[in-house]
């Protein structure tokens, strides 16, 4: 069964499922978070009705981007920051395509920064999930946009000068419309959040703190967290940016003071994703180029056809 035409199959699906035939033995160290990433998948996807030959998932390169290898569904391993241009553009062939886009901190924060600031102002329809563990864990601990300031690293041996990024913030400011923050040691929590990312329509994004007990000795302080919408000392209406945007600035500003808020900070239903409004100006084909492509009969239009549409 191709990826196209096993869109849309109801049936049963057994978390199982999500695990591969032949299973590699994960890589990533005893007591990684990328774990509870994995995990929270793998329930996640059945609940929201997904069969593994629904889902894509496209990944950078980093100790995340390994994640594709260990869930059975079809995967792209792409290269350093590039996994949201690959993801858009399966997303685009193939709109049915459940697409899951993942990667790390120093990968969707640092080399992928623009990609991640223009899929989410253009507020294309994927989840995509940062694992964040404040450094870059693959090469062995150095420096992340997302290092606290003072961190020390081999790569700043004295402690970093910079401040860290803000990525919930960052990515209300270019656009996603819904964004929530959460953390593998909270799995019921990133369990549902993940669900609700994919269910939503337009760009989810999700930054998802992953401890690094190998090179961030300083991961410690995600535990314990607070989930701002059952504790009763924050109130907010997530579908008000100006009230998001002030929750973030708070969730931002205490994480490196060792208070982890964790939670959903923006929901907006209402934003057209990037394929509605592109079909709105009439620059979506009808039948998308997955499906034009097991079609014999389907008539392809050339450049040249566009040249004249815009002349
Ligand atoms: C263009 C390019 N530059 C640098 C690298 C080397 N490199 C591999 S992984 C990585 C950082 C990974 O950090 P992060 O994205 O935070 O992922 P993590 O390993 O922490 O999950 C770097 C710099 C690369 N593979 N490609
Ligand atoms: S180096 Fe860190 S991020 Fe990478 S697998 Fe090990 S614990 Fe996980
Ligand atoms: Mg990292």
Redesign the pocket.
């Known amino acids: 069964m191709s990826a196209f035409n096993a869109i849309g199959d109801e049936r049963e699906i057994d978390r199982d499922e999500y695990t591969p035939g032949i299973e590699p033995q994960p890589t990533w160290c005893p007591g990684c978070g990328?774990f509870g990433v994995l995990k929270a998948l793998k329930q996640a996807l059945p609940e929201a009705g997904k069969t593994p030959e629904e889902v894509l998932t496209v990944t950078?390169?980093?100790?995340?981007?390994k994640l594709n290898s260990y869930l059975d569904t079809y995967g792209f391993h792409t290269?350093?920051?590039r996994a949201l241009p690959v993801a858009r553009a399966a997303k685009l062939a193939n709109p049915e395509l459940e697409v899951i886009a993942a990667?790390?901190?120093?990968?969707?924060y640092?080399?992928g920064g623009n990609h991640f600031i223009h899929s989410a102002r253009e507020n294309h329809d994927m989840t995509y999930i940062v694992?964040n563990?404040e450094?870059?864990?693959?090469?062995k601990g150095q420096t992340?946009p997302t290092s606290p300031k003072g961190h020390k690293s081999k790569t700043q041996p004295s402690g970093s000068a910079k401040t860290p990024l803000r990525p919930l913030s960052m990515s209300l400011n270019a656009g996603a419309s819904y964004v929530a923050r959460t953390a593998a040691v909270n799995p019921n929590q990133a369990k549902e959040i993940i669900k609700e990312a994919i269910e939503h329509d337009g760009f989810a994004h999700i930054d998802f703190l992953t401890q690094?007990p190998t090179w961030n000795k300083d991961a410690r302080q995600y535990v314990p967290y607070i989930d701002v919408q059952e504790s009763e000392d924050y109130e907010f209406d997530t579908t008000d940016r100006a009230e998001a945007a002030e929750m973030m600035r708070e969730t931002e500003n205490v994480l490196n003071e060792g208070t982890v808020l964790t939670g959903r900070y923006y929901v907006d239903e209402d934003r057209p994703s990037y394929s509605q409004e592109k079909k709105a100006v009439g620059e979506m084909p009808d039948q998308p180029l997955a499906e034009r492509y097991f079609d014999d009969d389907a008539e392809w239009e050339r450049s040249y056809d566009l040249l004249e549409r815009h002349t």
Request: proline share 0%.
């Open positions: 990328d950078g390169i980093g100790c995340s981007g290269i350093h920051g990667g790390g901190d120093g990968d969707g640092g080399i694992f563990n450094i870059f864990g693959l090469t992340s690094c």
